[in-house]
Nanobody
């Protein structure tokens, strides 16, 4: 069974930044695709960003220009850099490795 673990969540003021990190028990680099999803209270879960083979990246419209997904093969991590955070960005953020291996999520809180 593959374990996916997110870290880096926390509380930040609006306009601030956070970097989320994702790791997997078998090495995140083994997965051709890794994505970040988020779910806020009362809202549907949505994909925020995905990175695939060759470091091709895809972003939700809401994340474009604000979030950056990247892969660090040396440290076996996938990161989500979130800048200029807004109150609406508050959610539980999940890392998904290979389309089906979900982590437990990490909470991001943004205060005004």
């Amino acid at each position: 069974q593959v374990h996916v673990v997110e870290s880096g969540g926390g509380s930040v003021q609006a306009g601030g930044s956070l970097r989320l990190s994702c790791a997997a028990s078998i090495g995140i680099s083994r997965f051709n695709a890794v994505a970040w999803y988020r779910q806020a209270p009362g809202k549907e879960r949505e994909m925020v960003a995905r990175i695939t083979t060759g470091d091709k990246t895809t972003y939700a419209d809401s994340a474009t220009g604000q979030f950056t997904i990247s892969r660090d093969n040396a440290n076996k991590r996938v990161y989500l850099q979130m800048d200029d955070l807004k109150v609406d960005d508050a959610a539980v953020y999940y890392c998904v490795a290979g389309y089906s291996c979900w982590g437990q999520g990490t909470q991001v809180t943004v205060t005004s």
